[in-house]
């Protein structure tokens, strides 16, 4: 306390002496300093920004609740995180030497990507999925893609996170299955599905069924796989589109947790157990520029998560209180103009992700803000990642800017202001009335919006964007998905559904459409039946659809 | 006498669900005193055409980040033309590499704006427009 | 007749869309397009949908164009949203919840902004309504922007008016009683899938009792719609209709459109004689030096006005 008023003290006489010299000889640069979000930033921080008698509380230890500092206490001494570059276009078969490729150069991890109709639920001769197949990830319709997908890869030895949402159920019973003809049980499979919808209606559109039954198709696979696929994470609560977006940190991290909770609630009713699901739960967050701040989210976002955790939902597993998350730099920030700088952003970023103690990244593609990433631009972005874990030395102490006067004001100031906001939605009735009400979406697209209008009056400086131009060459050797793709894959399914028993696939489609319209059956293993017949993802999909209806978007401007 | 008021559609054709462009410039168009309709994400070709034509817009602005742009983008064009509305300016914008935007601009996409063009950009393309569209 | 008009009467998109632009921006050619197309006017319903901001207008709207699609019945909608007044640019949102419609050769859609003018829509909605009627639509749908308590232009413009109110608006009813409740033919209370929408409707009879006491059969109709759950539509719909025949056969519907005509005429004989006396007097150019006089006491004003209009009535007549 003494040592406080002293410091404080110290401080006065150092604003009113020392520093109230210089500045009126030399001004700052700017009269306020924002970070990347536009929390206000001191000239420099002391003690006595950071009340160190909480420390025990709100900081701790690694590997203790409320785990500010970390999932585990030995975080990269005992093991790095899985480098995990999210990879996949075109055809199965292009994916898979893709895959191959990268498991070659040392990832640890697969993680597919899908195309739109994929995601959408339309098969890739469906009138919808015209000029998209194959284009921003992997096209797959039956189970026959997926086969060739995984050829040559035994699942009982990688471990696999799959893009994908609103159809999360349909593909992630098509992995099952192909390991079954592989010979590996369900319990040896280890990956991950997104399987977030909330954040679907709210930053990435790909959506299919309303917030109700898609919430049930969620609820059921934490019951399914809970019981037969025990290693798979069910959801990855996402931020990182939400931050895409234009979201501010802070609105990241709370929109992010308020969507973990909507799931834990939904669970809960269903009749769930908390800790019989929870630790299954995991997180995926954006990394941006700013790296201290970034750092701070993460730090905050795990404090929040097990503090609710334990009070709200009254978890007894410390396992659930635990947030574990994925994170990937963020592609929002990389540039078109002077694509090279963006290898230097991915870097920050990749700091930023590591000290914040992330379990697994992926690092972007200088080029991708162009289009997909070449195999030489994924090799320097996975580099980045062994440069940063080998080379740098952060990866030697846990959570290295802990006590940074900083770093813990910035936590803090996260915690609330996003604390602040998850009590908001609560208010509202949770989140899934906060976003038909459109309220997330407008305060995502008012950040969204200042963030823009900064940049092009020049308060926010890109470099190589609205300062440091140059005058380029048009880049070249960009890779391209090949039209004809679209026709090469209508032949495949068409093949497919003229080899299969038709009648089998009938009748599983029927058994799924009763069961659907049933509250409380559990879908996954209709719909594992009817893959394993090789019923399209667009003939499930449009059962479901019949069922339940679509959902429409309520914009706001 | 003012200016007449220029309408322009903002649309987003394709599947992909990234509207943070398209809402932006929709916003910020609106701000520079256009009347700016806009049509949410999933839109096929045949829609935005319909909608364009029913709101008699002058300017059509089309975002894509999905890659599909070679696709559907000269099929708005065609489907405009096809309809006696070829005088309808189309302009695009999204994720569309460098070497694309010859063609586009061949099949009648007047101008691309990439990711990280000033909003103003477009107000001079837009204004620099407004005699062709007052014939 | 100009090829325009003949092609609006034939139906054609582009057309009718162009007209609408035309009496919209108020440019040469609007006077006799109207007067070409009007003796092919007065077939279509016009209703009007009209409420407070977010109340559904525009939800409830896509769902009544289903509703008249499904009768085999050809729609047009006029959606209008406010013009920035600082800007004049403007946002038009409403389309973007009847969307789904977008490729239906049988319905179409235009979104209007309203370029300043007061009352809840825009100056041209009522001609726009009149091209929409000569081109063939058998039934147009007026939404307006959010209504505070002036917007009453909704009643002149169409033949039946729904006032759409949605729960929790708390001491609002209170405050419309006086002027909104007058615009709507039937209420619906929307959103009654939330808590309170059988409340509203007790308040709202309640208050509709006052204004019929004792001719209960007059009362308008109130209609409970979740337009989200698709619900309470087909008794709305039934409620549209009986009250719509209900003015053909009394005669009301008739009248009410001499009346809009007389309001009309009202409106455009001002106009017009505030145009002429623009141009004779030259008035805008003179009024500043007149202000200077009136300040400067030299002349009274109301001397000085009938005096300058004496003036020029006798200089019209020589
Ligand atoms: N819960 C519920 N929400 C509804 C209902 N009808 C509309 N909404 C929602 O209310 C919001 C506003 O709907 P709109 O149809 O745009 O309302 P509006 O009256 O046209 O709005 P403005 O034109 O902006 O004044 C949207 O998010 C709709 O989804 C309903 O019956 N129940
Ligand atoms: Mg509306």
């Known amino acids: ?557 | 006498m003012s200016k007449r008021k220029l309408r322009i559609l903002i649309a987003k054709p394709g599947l992909d669900g990234h509207d943070r462009g398209a809402k932006y410039v929709a916003r910020a168009l609106k701000d520079e005193g256009y009347e700016v309709i806009y049509t949410g994400i999933r839109q096929t070709p045949e829609s935005i055409v319909r909608t364009a034509l029913q709101e008699d817009v002058d300017f059509v602005g089309l975002s894509l980040l999905s890659g599909a742009h070679n696709e559907l983008f000269p099929r708005i064009v065609d489907l405009l033309r096809e309809n006696d509305a070829a005088d309808i300016i189309v302009f695009g914008g999204g994720v569309i590499p460098e070497e694309d935007i010859p063609f586009l601009k061949e099949k009648g996409v007047r101008a691309v704006f990439t990711p990280g063009t000033p909003i103003q950009e477009i107000v001079d393309f837009i204004e620099s427009k407004r005699d062709e569209r007052n014939q | 007749m100009t090829e325009l008009a003949r092609d609006i009467i034939g139906g054609k998109i582009r057309a009718i869309a162009r007209g609408i632009s035309l009496v919209e921006n108020n440019i040469k050619g609007r006077e006799e397009l109207i007067d070409a197309l009007f003796p092919h006017t007065g077939k279509a319903q016009v209703w009007g949908i009209t409420g407070p901001p977010g109340a559904g207008k525009s939800t409830l709207a896509d769902l009544l164009i289903s509703c008249e699609r499904d009768r085999g019945r050809k729609v047009a909608v006029v959606a209008v949203d406010p013009s920035s007044p600082f800007t004049g640019g403007a946002l038009l949102g409403d389309r973007l919840r009847m969307q789904s419609h977008a490729e239906d050769d049988g319905v179409f859609i235009r979104s209007m902004a309203s370029r300043g003018h007061l009352g809840g829509v825009s100056g041209a909605t009522l001609d726009a309504v009149k091209v929409l009627d000569a081109a063939g639509f058998d039934t147009i749908i007026v939404e307006t922007i959010g209504v505070g308590q002036t917007e009453v232009d909704i009643i002149e413009l169409t033949d039946l008016v729904l006032l759409v109110l949605v729960p929790g608006m708390g001491d609002e009813i209170q405050a419309m009683k006086a002027g909104v409740m007058e615009i709507g033919d039937i209420f619906v209370i929307n959103k009654s899938d939330k808590e309170g929408a059988e409340k509203l409707r007790t308040e709202v009879e309640y208050v509709l009792g006052f204004k019929y006491a004792g001719e209960k059969e007059k009362m308008n109709p109130v209609c409970l719609v979740s337009a989200k759950m698709k619900k309470g539509l087909d008794h709305l719909r039934n409620e549209m209709e009986r009250l719509y025949g209900q003015l053909e056969e009394s005669g009301e519907l008739r009248e009410k459109r001499k009346e809009r005509i007389r309001k009309e005429l009202l409106r455009i004989f001002s106009l017009k004689i505030h145009e002429l006396l623009d141009r004779k007097m030259d008035f805008y150019n003179n009024v500043g030096e007149w202000a200077e006089m009136i300040y400067n006491k030299d002349v009274k004003p109301y001397h000085f006005i009938n005096e300058r209009l004496r003036f020029f009535l006798k200089k019209e007549s020589e």
């Open chain 1, 1 to 557: 306390m003494e040592e406080y008023k002293k410091i404080k003290e110290a401080r006065r006489k150092w604003e009113e002496k020392t520093v109230d010299k210089v500045i009126s000889r030399f001004p700052e640069r700017k009269e306020i300093f924002v970070t990347g979000s536009d929390i206000p930033v001191d000239r420099a921080y002391s003690p006595e920004s950071f009340d160190e008698e909480r420390w025990l509380d709100e900081v701790g230890f690694p590997g203790e609740y409320p785990f500010t500092r970390g999932v585990q206490p030995t975080m990269y001494r005992g093991r790095f995180w899985t480098m995990r570059q999210y990879a996949g276009f075109g055809t199965a078969e292009e994916s898979n030497r893709r895959y191959k490729y990268l498991l070659e150069q040392g990832q640890t991890g697969l993680s597919v990507a899908f195309d739109l109709p994929t995601q959408i639920g339309y098969d890739s001769d469906d009138a919808m999925s015209v000029g998209e197949v194959g284009k921003v990830g992997v096209a797959i319709d039956t189970l026959k893609d997926m086969e060739i997908l995984f050829e040559g890869i035994p699942l009982d030895k990688v471990s696999t996170s799959m893009t994908i949402n609103a159809p999360a159920s349909v593909l992630l019973a098509m992995y099952i299955v192909v390991g079954e003809k592989q010979g590996v049980s369900r319990d040896q499979l280890r990956g991950t599905i997104q399987n977030d919808i909330l954040k679907e209606y709210i930053a990435r559109g790909t959506y299919i069924f309303p917030p109700e039954p898609s919430m049930r198709l969620i609820t059921n696979i934490f019951e399914f796989c809970s019981k037969e696929v025990p290693k798979w994470n069910t959801i990855s609560i996402s931020g990182y589109h939400i931050r895409e977006a234009g979201s501010t940190a802070v609105q990241e991290v709370a929109f992010t947790i308020a969507d973990g909770m909507e799931y834990v609630k939904t669970a809960v009713r269903a009749g769930l157990d908390v800790d019989q699901f929870a630790d299954r739960l995991s997180f995926f967050f954006n990394a941006h520029n700013d790296l201290l701040e970034e750092v701070a989210k993460y730090r905050a976002a795990r404090r929040i998560w097990a503090t609710l955790m334990k009070e709200k939902f009254l978890a007894k597993s410390s396992k659930s209180m635990m947030l574990r998350f994925h994170t990937q730099t963020g592609g929002s920030t990389l540039t078109a103009q002077q694509p090279d700088n963006n290898i230097v952003r991915v870097a920050i970023q990749t700091l930023a992700a590591v000290l914040g103690g992330t379990q697994s990244l992926h690092t972007n593609s200088r080029d991708e803000a162009l289009a997909l990433p070449t195999e030489d631009s994924v090799r320097i972005a996975l580099r980045t990642q062994q440069i940063v874990a080998h080379e740098s030395g952060v990866a030697n102490t846990v959570d290295p800017l802990a006590g940074s006067y900083y770093v813990e004001a910035l936590t803090s100031r996260i915690y609330n202001e996003a604390m602040d906001y998850i009590e908001k939605i609560e208010e509202m009735g949770g989140m899934v009335k906060a976003i038909e009400k459109g309220y997330i979406q407008k305060e995502i697209q008012d950040a969204a919006y200042r963030y823009q209008k900064d940049v092009e009056k020049g308060d926010r400086i890109v470099v190589g964007v609205n300062k440091f131009t140059i005058k380029e060459e048009a880049p070249r050797d960009l890779l391209k998905v090949d039209p004809a793709l679209r026709d090469l894959q209508v032949k495949k399914l068409a093949r497919t559904k003229a080899e299969r028993d038709n009648e089998a696939v009938k009748k599983a489609l029927k058994a799924l459409e009763d069961a659907a319209a049933k509250p409380d059956v559990n879908l996954m293993p209709l719909i594992i039946d009817a893959v394993r017949e090789y019923a399209s993802l667009g003939e499930i999909c449009n059962i479901l659809r019949e069922v339940y209806g679509e959902y429409k978007e309520s914009i706001v401007l």
